[in-house]
């Protein structure tokens, strides 16, 4: 049994520790905003938090949540958050959109934990998170709006 907290509320798995994250949390317990991607953490659409801090859920084992926090898109409450999904609707970030839980991610926990990004903060903080539709410029900017709202 494998005991962690997701999204605020405690949590008990009777699964493989081994089982990867991302299938805990789609498979186990219905969470299907965190997407699979590639499996091999090189594409981000996986990303949920772990203890605040972005991680690949498709490569990490559940027994790793053990006694831990986990932060999926469906239980983001940060006012980063909010800030963040207001600007990705207000500039039209998202196209095909699939890969958008992992991205929004990515920017909550850059500006959780640097609140006005440079360019190269926000470069290093959503590298290996891919977007199909190549929409890295209003991502971008929509994590400078972000910021700015936060001010």
Known sequence: MI?????????QLD?????PLLWALRDSLGLTGTKYGCGIAQC??????????PIRSCVTP???????????????????ARAVQAAWESLDVVQCGYCQSGQIMSAVALLSRK????????????AGN??????YARIRAAI????????
């Open 3 to 11: 005991e962690f907290t997701l999204n605020g509320t405690p949590r």
């Open 15 to 19: 699964v493989a520790p081994d089982t």
């Open 44 to 53: 981000g659409a996986c990303t949920v938090h772990l203890q605040g801090t």
């Open 62 to 80: 559940v027994s790793a949540a053990a006694g831990k926090a986990v932060t999926t898109i469906e239980g983001l409450q940060l006012s980063s």
């Open 115 to 126: 609140p006005e990004p440079t360019d190269k903060d926000i470069d290093e903080a959503m």
């Open 130 to 135: 891919i977007c199909r539709c190549n929409t």
């Open 144 to 151: 400078k709006q972000a910021s700015k709202a936060l001010s």
